[in-house]
T-cell receptor
């Protein structure tokens, strides 16, 4: 595609519910990243995929958060038992090959609100 | 641990009033310094990548420069449509993950 796309653009859920956020990277990009951004802050790293495998998941805050990329393209971020503190903008980015110093291109984000 | 500090936090300019945004960083072996623009309710939009001290890049009214300790984003004769938050990020050492600053919120008044 022309750019990184994310769905849904907005998600409102109740505390304790399960949510899935989807990211479709730029076509041909092998590296995919998930970030979380709170108001007034820069993006905070969650997880990095190289192909189908999670190369670095050190940013996931706890075991309620999980992400997959089964075919090396689309990725899904899954949040179980959501808490009000999970409310934030979830950003996805991709880069061509994940090389050091390579530019990442971001999607529009999914705004998650947990009531 | 990589660190990025952006200043000022917020900047208000009159249209045509040139200024600079600062990004100070600490990193072990810079691999890349990135500037992004972020409009309200949208994802960061890529502007520039700089790799070594002395490097400069330009795009329309924006010019990014890099030293061993900081980067500047110079805005010449800004227009109201330049209003946005500008994010700086650095990637260093063997890390594939950039560290972001908190951004500078720029408002340009007509």
């Amino acid at each position: 595609g022309a750019g990184v796309s994310q769905t849904p653009s907005n998600k409102v859920t109740e505390k304790g519910k399960y949510v899935e956020l989807r990211c479709d990277p730029i076509s041909g990009h092998t590296a995919l990243y998930w970030y979380r951004q709170s108001l007034g802050q820069g993006p905070e790293f969650l997880i990095y995929f190289q192909g189908t495998g999670a190369a670095d998941d050190s940013g996931l805050p706890n075991d309620r958060f999980f992400a997959v990329r089964p075919e090396g393209s689309v990725s899904t971020l899954k949040i179980q038992r959501t808490e009000r503190g999970d409310s934030a903008v979830y950003l996805c980015a991709s880069s061509r090959s994940g090389n050091l110093g390579e530019t990442q291109y971001f999607g529009p984000g999914t705004r998650l609100l947990v009531l | 641990e990589d660190q990025v500090t952006q200043s000022p936090e917020a900047l208000r300019l009159q249209e045509g009033e040139s200024s600079s945004l600062n990004c100070s960083y600490t990193v072990s072996g810079l691999r890349g310094l990135f500037w992004y623009r972020q409009d309200p309710g949208k994802g960061p939009e890529f502007l520039f990548t700089l790799y070594s001290a002395g490097e400069e890049k330009e795009k329309e009214r924006l010019k990014a420069t890099l030293t061993k300790k900081e980067s500047f984003l110079h805005i010449t004769a800004p227009k109201p449509e330049d209003s946005a938050t500008y994010l700086c990020a650095v990637q260093g050492g063997g890390s594939y993950i950039p560290t972001f600053g908190r951004g500078t919120s720029l408002i340009v008044h007509p």
